[in-house]
């Protein structure tokens, strides 16, 4: 038992020694363009050691039940994480200052009757720990909401702890 213990942690321990601009890079992720705010508010504001940043939106449109599937409202959270990744990047010029995600509010556009927002705002939670790993887990809402500005399938915004320049 201790041998297969040493096996796993002798070929898992260079996964996660990654920083998470490598695990990006592996995953074949390319992050896009920092968009700026086109009305009277800011992308982020930082408070001490927390950041917290404006909702972004994902870039398809719809609304789930109706216009869209679980399974595309998934994959609409999950872009929506690579831009909020983009935003990080572009913030703190370096992923890896990120100490811990601490609050997720994610919001989907749906109709009366779709009960799977969890699962759609998974799509950003599950990217979330493949790049960060626990660091990446958070405390999250997951809330419906009969539109989002633009027609836009999903909106989250996030609070995340930096690590202090010494760590």
Do not use: C
Not at 93 to 108: A, E, P, T
Not at 131 to 136: L, M, Q
Not at 144 to 156: F, Q, R, T
Request: aromatic content about 8%; glycine content about 8%.
């Amino acid at each position: 038992m201790k041998k297969l213990l040493f096996l796993i942690i002798l070929f898992a321990a260079p996964v996660w020694a990654q920083t998470p601009e490598e695990r990006i890079a592996k995953m074949g992720i390319e992050l896009p363009e920092v968009r700026q705010p086109s009305a009277n508010f800011v992308k982020w504001r930082q408070v001490g050691d927390l950041l917290y940043l404006a909702g972004e939106g994902s870039p398809e449109k719809g609304t789930l039940g109706k216009d869209l599937s679980t399974e595309e409202g998934y994959a609409a959270a999950r872009n929506t994480g690579i831009r909020i990744l983009a935003t990080l990047k572009a913030v703190t010029g370096d992923l890896d200052r990120i100490k811990q995600f601490v609050k997720v509010r994610g919001m989907v556009n749906s109709t009366p009757d779709f009960y799977e927002q969890p699962q759609v705002i998974n799509g950003f939670s599950d990217l979330m720990f493949e790049v960060f790993g626990e660091r990446g887990k958070h405390a999250r809402a997951a809330v419906g909401h009969v539109s989002l500005p633009s027609n836009i399938a999903v909106e989250i915004e996030v609070v995340v702890e930096l690590k202090e320049e010494s760590e």
